[in-house]
């Protein structure tokens, strides 16, 4: 069973930077592409950045620039290094494969302005 364990969360100050962290386990991670989503309150999760198995890249525009989504398959571990940070980046994110299976607890980001 594939389990998704998000962590990095807090709360930062607006143009801050944090840096999230989400380990894989129960499956060969090196073969899987990867996305981060986020679920601000009210709204409906919404992907924003993928990497493939190969290390190819694609963000949507919300966040291209500002947010970096990295792997290291040594430690079954995709990372995502936010910066720049607004207010509306606030949300609870989640990592998941591609094609997502069950979702993991999330982490809490908070911006404040």
């Known amino acids: 069973q594939v389990q998704l364990v998000e962590s990095g969360g807090g709360l930062v100050q607006a143009g801050g930077s944090l840096r999230l962290s989400c380990a894989v386990s129960?499956?060969?991670?090196?073969?899987?592409?990867m996305a981060w989503y986020r679920q601000a309150p009210g709204k409906k999760r919404e992907f924003f950045a993928r990497?493939?198995?190969?290390?190819?890249?694609l963000y949507d525009a919300s966040v291209k620039g500002r947010f970096t989504i990295s792997r290291d398959n040594a430690v079954n571990t995709v990372y995502l290094q936010m910066s720049s940070l607004k207010p509306e980046d606030t949300a609870v994110y989640y990592c998941?494969?591609?094609?997502?299976?069950?979702w993991g607890q999330g982490t809490q980001v908070t911006v404040s302005s």
């Open positions: 998941n494969l591609l094609p997502n299976v069950d």
């Open positions: 129960g499956t060969d991670f090196s073969t899987h592409d």
């Open positions: 990497i493939s198995s190969g290390g190819a890249r």
